[in-house]
């Protein structure tokens, strides 16, 4: 009996993948995979259950903070649209945790860069 439950258990992982894990573990998998968005919508479905939690949030923030640094050294789009997303996304992060220190520091170097392209007429 004990074979076939580990038997199971192991085929069940084998096929599910990631299944067992708790959604903060699932949504970690993603973010590492550069699946932002879908991390985002998982932790976002996690704090309407637990509103509260500081862990949850922390995670989120964290997430979105991470989130806008892709979007800066993504070679494939232009300066200003991701600029503009990734100054979206450190928002969302200084939202959550007022606190990460990164993620304020980007979203005052958008500004300037953001500034720097209105002053010197740059699409």
Do not use: R, W
């Amino acid at each position: 009996m004990t074979k076939l439950i580990a038997t199971l258990l192991f085929l069940s992982l084998l096929t599910g993948g990631c299944s067992f894990f708790d959604p903060v573990s699932k949504a970690q998998h993603l973010t590492n995979k550069g699946k932002y968005d879908d991390a985002i919508k998982i932790l976002n479905k996690e704090i309407e259950k637990k509103p509260e939690s500081v862990p949850l949030k922390s995670v989120l923030a964290q997430t979105y903070s991470d989130y806008g640094l892709a979007l800066c050294q993504d070679p494939d789009k232009s300066p200003k649209v991701k600029y503009t997303k990734a100054k979206e996304q450190f928002a969302m992060a200084l939202a959550l945790n007022p606190y990460l220190t990164d993620a304020k520091d980007m979203y005052e170097m958008i500004e300037k860069i953001q500034e720097s392209f209105e002053k010197n007429s740059i699409d």
